[in-house]
């Protein structure tokens, strides 16, 4: 088995979880889910750092002595974990006595190997980063991140000689392009490395700090912050005798933000080779999330915290966002408008109404089990063609962190099925009871759909089980081969049973509608008529702008539908067009489309068309399709968008 060792940073207690320390841990956890997926030996550890000024001046802030503040956030941390479906192998602690001892150990191995000496120094120190800033790297003589003028220090302090090991570094990270990655971040390390960076001080004089770790070698001195944190990462592991280290180690893997590179991509490799220890695998930085295009920040009161966002609109759905919003190492910008838009679309529209209308037909057309798969014919070929494709794809891009990138890969596949069944017309294969080749289309999409649940648990855990379900089997860690799974698309059962309806992914709506008008917005003043047109000689049939205008198109979503009780042709559709009652909707579409597949998609209604009885029953407006040879397509926004939105 390959190890594969994952780790978060270990997040200051210093605030409340927020936003950007759930993305980091999801992301954690659903790459340490792919890779127990695909067999590997797993190791996924997060935790909570605090020791530090920082933490010292919280905890006074908060009229507690230093122990007392950091067991209780630290506490946070802790329980908001399984509540994001994180499955953490350990939760490391900096103030747990294994960790300080194993930080002594380190300590005294590099002071032994004189790569520890005493002197004095003088520099600018950021209290906000925990480190001393050099006069270039100073912007307008401020710290870049935190924006404030750190304070000048002189004092005489343990030096680590990380110059010593800064040479061997670069040219470690010249011959490993894998090791930090994206590549951004790997040049911007590159060219940190030309500077001179000179050694690194590792310790404060317990008059100044006590809340920390003592040198092993020197008992009025506590080391300094990072050289305690970046070691939460073996001596969770039991460093140096651990059987865990030992097996997990060599798979070595850390996440981070693009605010701790410099630490993570120079200190700590660094730190590593003066103590003998192999180096980490690789180095994988994502960018910030800021929060509609501004910085999260506890005085804007704009600070996101995770479990509200996974209440509210449900842990999947925020899981699934977050990991297919942010190109991983870039910034993005975090809305729930955008969040709502991205499950409508891609998860009630795409899957979960694909799901739910196969599970409808397998029940309407073989009793709920899971039919024979006939033979494939080149319309099948195609899909087993591009879910293999999709599949190959989204395994590459995803243990490459490129999670994005692989969402879109799969549902390559997902938005290929619901093609698939437009095209195939299992209805019509129905009504001429061709049975052998329904059978076949309906096999070829509940598999499809089996697989899709498969490659979704890394994400999804909980929605991936539940479809494994209503699809009559049960995931099973230990049973998946993501290689035969691509090769071969034979793995549900016939006649296994379906369950007879599934709503994985009930529509959204933004939670406070009064911010946005949900009917459609009537025009303030009567709209004015039309300037008696000029004949155009140019185009003689064209019609003015105005009159265009005049035709009044809103976004709906098909709620139900109704056979005409007096006309085979027609079907009887109520359509939400965000007014206070539905829109009935009689259309001439029944030779094409069948009820169940109409059932929450979005169309296009002319609202504003004078209403007419059809056969018997008032039709307000009609819905705007295309019709060619072999079938009728109809028009939909091409991302789920409020109901009652205007086209225009
Ligand atoms: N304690 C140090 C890390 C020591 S690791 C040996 C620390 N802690 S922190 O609480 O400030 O966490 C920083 C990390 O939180 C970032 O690297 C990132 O993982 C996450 N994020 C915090 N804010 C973030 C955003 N706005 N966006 C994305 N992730 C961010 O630094």
């Known amino acids: 088995m390959k190890p594969f060792f994952i780790s978060t940073p270990i997040y200051y207690v210093n605030a409340r979880p927020h936003l950007g320390h759930g993305y980091t841990t999801i992301v954690a956890d659903s790459i340490s889910r792919f890779h127990r997926l695909k067999g590997d030996a797993t190791y996924f550890l997060t935790g909570t750092d605090e020791h530090g000024d920082k933490i010292v001046q919280a905890a006074e802030a908060a009229g507690q002595n230093p122990q007392n503040y950091v067991d209780a956030i630290s506490q946070l941390f802790k329980d908001l974990w399984p509540s994001l479906e994180i499955s953490n192998d350990s939760f490391i602690r900096t103030t747990d006595e294994a960790h300080k001892k194993c930080v002594q150990h380190v300590l005294q191995e590099v002071f032994d190997k004189d790569d520890i000496y005493f002197a004095e120094y003088g520099g600018h120190y950021c209290f906000g980063c925990e480190r001393f800033y050099t006069d270039k790297e100073l912007?307008?003589?401020?710290?870049?991140?935190?924006?404030?003028?750190?304070?000048?220090?002189?004092?005489?302090?343990?030096?680590?000689?990380?110059s010593k090991y800064l040479e061997p570094l670069r040219r470690h990270i010249e011959e490993h392009p894998e090791f930090i990655q994206p590549e951004r971040y790997r040049n911007e390390v590159l060219s940190m490395l030309?500077?001179?960076?000179?050694?690194?001080c590792i310790s404060r004089p317990k008059s100044r700090l006590t809340w920390g770790?003592?040198?092993?070698?020197?008992?009025?001195?506590?080391?300094?912050?990072?050289?305690?944190?970046?070691?939460?990462?073996?001596?969770?592991l039991d460093y140096p005798n651990g059987e865990k280290y030992l097996r997990y180690w060599p798979g070595a893997h850390h996440l981070v933000a693009k605010d701790i590179l410099k630490p993570h991509a120079i200190f700590w490799p660094t730190m590593l080779m003066a103590a003998g220890i192999p180096l980490y695998k690789g180095l994988r930085v994502h960018g910030y999330w800021t929060v509609n295009e501004t910085k999260m920040s506890k005085s804007l009161g704009n600070v996101i915290a995770p479990l509200d966002m996974a209440q509210k609109y449900g842990l999947s759905a925020f899981r699934y966002f977050l990991l297919s919003e942010m190109s991983f190492g870039q910034d993005s910008s975090f809305s729930e408008e955008a969040l709502v838009g991205r499950f409508n679309a891609d998860l009630a529209n795409d899957l979960g109404n694909l799901f739910s209308r196969t599970l409808a037909m397998t029940h309407k057309y073989f009793a709920g089990q899971v039919p024979e798969c006939g033979e494939i014919l080149e319309q099948d070929r195609e899909v087993l063609e591009i879910g293999q494709t999709s599949m190959d794809n989204f395994q590459t891009q995803f243990g490459n962190f490129q999670f994005s990138r692989a969402l879109k890969s799969l549902w390559d596949l997902i938005r290929h099925?619901?093609?698939?069944?437009?095209?195939?017309?299992?209805?019509?294969?129905?009504?001429?009871?061709d049975l052998i080749r329904l059978g076949t289309v309906i096999y070829i999409v509940l598999e499809g759909l089996r697989k899709v649940a498969v490659h979704l648990w890394p994400i999804m855990p909980t929605v991936s089980e539940v479809m494994h379900e209503q699809l009559g089997t049960k995931f099973i860690l230990e049973n998946v081969d993501l290689e035969t799974e691509m090769a071969s698309w034979y793995g549900l059962v016939p006649g296994t049973i379906v369950?007879?309806?599934?709503?994985?992914?009930?529509?959204q709506e933004l939670e406070k509608p009064e911010d946005k008008p949900k009917t459609p917005s009537k025009p303030k003043t009567a709209p004015k008529p039309p300037a008696p047109s000029q004949p155009d000689m140019a185009c003689p049939e064209c019609i003015d702008f105005e009159d265009f205008t005049k035709i009044d198109l809103r976004v709906g979503t098909v709620i139900s539908v109704e056979p005409h009780p007096q006309a085979d042709r027609l079907l009887v559709l109520k359509v939400d067009t965000g007014e206070d009652t539905l829109r009935q909707v009689v259309a001439g579409i029944a030779e094409f489309w069948s009820p169940e597949n109409l059932v929450n998609r979005q169309v296009i209604v002319v609202a504003n068309l004078k209403p007419r009885k059809l056969r018997g029953l008032v039709s307000q407006g009609m819905i705007l399709a295309v019709k060619q040879e072999g079938g009728l397509q109809l028009l939909t926004p091409s991302a789920s968008v409020l109901n009652g939105s205007k086209v225009s």
């Open 139 to 162: 912007v307008d003589g401020k710290c870049p991140d935190h924006l404030t003028a750190p304070t000048y220090i002189q004092e005489k302090n343990y030096f680590f000689r990380m």
């Open 194 to 200: 030309k500077e001179d960076l000179g050694d690194l």
């Open 213 to 236: 770790i003592e040198l092993p070698f020197d008992k009025d001195f506590v080391t300094y912050v990072w050289f305690d944190a970046l070691i939460n990462y073996i001596s969770a």
């Open 417 to 433: 099925l619901n093609k698939y069944i437009d095209s195939t017309a299992p209805w019509t294969l129905y009504k001429n009871q």
């Open 499 to 507: 369950a007879n309806q599934s709503n994985l992914f009930p529509r």
